[in-house]
């Protein structure tokens, strides 16, 4: 059965310091979601892309998140500097728009800021 | 802005009870998903409800949705302790963008 994949799984890392995850969606689904989960709530959008093109990034925080999928594939967000804040599970999903717009999980990646 | 609420955030039920979820939500949508989560794990879909009136069921739950009143229940049946987690709703309000609510904790004591 076909999985996303994340990762690492788990990261800790120094606050101001670079952080960066990887997520590859299932084979043939354009469009790729990016979730932030803190601990006791539901996750949260970040960033939708449609194929290589951002969709919705109005709750990203632009001034330390990147996000991208530059060839419509696998994606990549990055986090410069990252803050205590920034603590939490990152979530990556994945949906076929020509199906019900289902989306599936990744494993998600565990983010500790120190 | 779409609100997505989840009533209770916490149930302990004792095994073989019934009790149900429910999710509210600030506007119209004719999409809602329902998602289990495990401590430590990822989102596993449960049920995608699609029009009003839709109703689904696996095994002990049941959900349903009534897009008039914006409300969506998770039925659960005779509880089992195998159903211990954490339970979301999600509302689809444009292109696959979901607003989640915060979860229900559901415990199951023998």
């Known amino acids: 059965e076909a999985e996303v994949a994340q990762s690492p799984r788990y990261k800790i890392t120094e606050k101001s310091q670079a952080v960066a995850f990887w997520c590859d969606p299932i084979s043939g689904h354009a469009t790729l979601y990016w979730y932030r989960q803190i601990l006791g709530q539901g996750p949260e959008l970040l960033v939708q892309?449609?194929?290589?093109?951002?969709?919705?990034d109005s709750q990203l925080p632009k001034d330390r998140f990147s996000a991208e999928r530059l060839k419509g594939v696998d994606s990549t967000l990055k986090i410069q500097p990252a803050e205590l804040g920034d603590s939490a599970m990152y979530l990556c999903?994945?949906?076929?728009?020509?199906?019900?717009?289902?989306?599936?999980f990744g494993p998600g990646t565990r983010l500790t800021v120190t | 802005e779409l609100k997505v609420e989840q009533n209770p955030l916490f149930l302990s039920m004792q095994e073989g009870k019934n009790y149900t979820i429910y999710c509210n939500y600030s506007?119209?949508?004719?999409?809602l998903y329902w998602y289990r989560q495990d401590p430590g794990k990822s989102l596993e879909s449960l049920f995608v409800l699609l029009s009003n009136g839709a109703v689904k069921q696996e095994g002990r739950l049941m959900a349903s949705l009534d897009t008039k009143a914006r409300l969506s229940t998770l039925h659960i049946t005779a509880a089992v302790h195998d159903l211990s987690a954490t339970y979301f709703c999600?509302?689809?309000?444009?292109?696959?963008?979901?607003?989640f609510g915060d979860g229900t904790t559901l415990t199951v004591k023998p």
């Open positions: 999600a509302v689809d309000m444009n292109a696959g963008k979901s607003t």
């Open positions: 506007t119209t949508s004719d999409r």
């Open positions: 892309f449609q194929d290589e093109s951002v969709v919705d």
């Open positions: 999903a994945s949906s076929d728009p020509g199906q019900v717009v289902e989306q599936y």
